[in-house]
């Protein structure tokens, strides 16, 4: 697809999970490689782009589950944003509630790993927005 034929409002859509521990206050982030879409792309959160069929935080459950083999609750939306390497990549955030199973790499994840809120910043090597940091800050 030409992105440049729209003049605004098409963008490729991705939920992701800020799968959060409120026991160890501790989130999960996973390691992919050899990402096709953002060649920086090293460490994210898990999730995915959502289909047309149900809510998105159906397909957020999904994904978390697929990438990580762990259930979780969505509760809420906490950060939407566009990203300066690829601005018609649109991601909206959500804060999941851990709930149960046994963190282990699936789908696109070669690791994962449990981190500090305030960790996660040192092992991402594309953009987070300052809003979305200062939000982390406060899981801690």
């Known amino acids: 697809m030409d992105w440049a034929q729209f003049e605004k409002g098409v963008f490729l859509v991705n939920v992701l999970g800020i799968v959060y521990d409120s ?3 501790l989130i999960l982030i996973g390691r992919r490689e050899n990402d096709s879409y953002l060649k920086d792309l090293s460490w994210s959160f898990p999730g995915g782009r959502p289909a047309y069929q149900e809510d998105l935080d159906f397909y957020l459950k999904e ?4 990438k990580t083999d762990l259930e979780v609750e969505v509760k809420n939306i ?4 566009t990203y300066p ?3 018609e ?3 909206i955030y959500y804060l999941c509630e851990f709930i149960g199973g046994e963190a282990k790499a699936g789908e696109k994840f070669v690791e994962i790993k449990w981190v500090k809120p305030t960790e996660v910043q040192s092992y991402f090597t594309t953009s987070l927005h300052r809003t979305l940091l200062e939000y982390l800050k406060t899981l801690e």
């Open 23 to 25: 026991r160890t206050r």
């Open 78 to 81: 906490v950060f939407a944003k």
């Open 63 to 66: 994904q978390v589950k697929t």
């Open 89 to 91: 990549f649109l991601s």
């Open 85 to 87: 390497e690829k601005r």
